[in-house]
């Protein structure tokens, strides 16, 4: 079984900070990592995909990648409280289906 | 944009009622996903299909089975509904596995 971890939090940040969300994942042969955020009652959307090691920035969000040490992050600068929602790992596995793999989210609150 | 629709946003259901989800992508995608979500649990994979009239079990198929007779249709179908089989269920559709998956506003099923 190959796993997607996440803590659930929630992490809470001040308005203007920067948020640390992290994932870890089992299968070293994994290639593809993506975040998902998710508002209350509504449903998934991509933030970023990321598929080689190190940084990539798309405006506030920087996913960063370390396969070494299997794991996947995603920092949001400038935390804003619409930024508040659950995000969501997932990770495409190297063989079998090929099918993503989600964590089970963590949950983000940024506060005025 | 890519549309993924699905036809009921809210459906209560008796126990032992035949239950039929549908969803419907316009984006010519190959590939297509059933998910339901559970609080804590996260998403996870009832069904997918490669092509038209292929399925393939996910992780969680017990007491499910789906349809794809059209490509851009794939329907989920609780045989016998189950009050554990209550849960938010999201379709998903994406161009091929590397790639993102665009879902569906998802259906709250509830089986009383």
């Known amino acids: 079984q190959k796993e997607v971890e996440q803590n659930s939090g929630p992490l809470s940040v001040p308005e203007g900070a920067i948020a640390s969300l992290n994932c870890t994942y089992s299968?070293?042969?994994?290639?593809?990592f993506f975040w998902y955020r998710q508002y209350s009652g509504k449903s998934p959307e991509l933030i970023m995909s990321?598929?080689?090691?190190g940084d990539k920035e798309d405006g506030r969000f920087t996913a960063q990648l370390n396969k070494a040490s299997q794991y996947v992050s995603l920092l949001i600068r400038d935390s804003q409280p619409s930024d508040s929602a659950t995000y969501l790992c997932a990770v495409r596995p190297s063989g079998g289906s090929y099918i993503p793999t989600f964590g089970r989210g963590t949950s983000l609150i940024v506060h005025p | 944009d890519v549309k993924v629709t699905q036809s009921s946003r809210y459906l209560v259901k008796r126990t032992g009622e035949k239950v039929f989800l549908e969803c419907v992508q316009d984006?010519?995608?190959?590939?297509m996903f059933w998910y339901r979500q559970d609080p804590g649990l996260g998403l996870r994979l009832i069904y997918f299909s490669y092509d038209v009239k292929m399925k393939e079990k996910g992780d969680i198929p017990e007491g499910y089975s789906v349809s794809r007779e059209k490509k851009e249709r794939f329907s989920l179908i609780l045989e016998s509904a189950s009050t554990n089989q209550t849960s938010m269920y999201l379709c998903?559709?994406?161009?091929?596995?590397?790639?993102?998956?665009?879902f569906g506003s998802g259906t709250q099923l509830s089986v009383l």
């Open positions: 998903a559709s994406s161009p091929n596995p590397n790639e993102k998956l665009f």
């Open positions: 984006m010519d995608h190959e590939n």
């Open positions: 990321i598929y080689s090691n």
């Open positions: 299968d070293r042969g994994s290639q593809s």
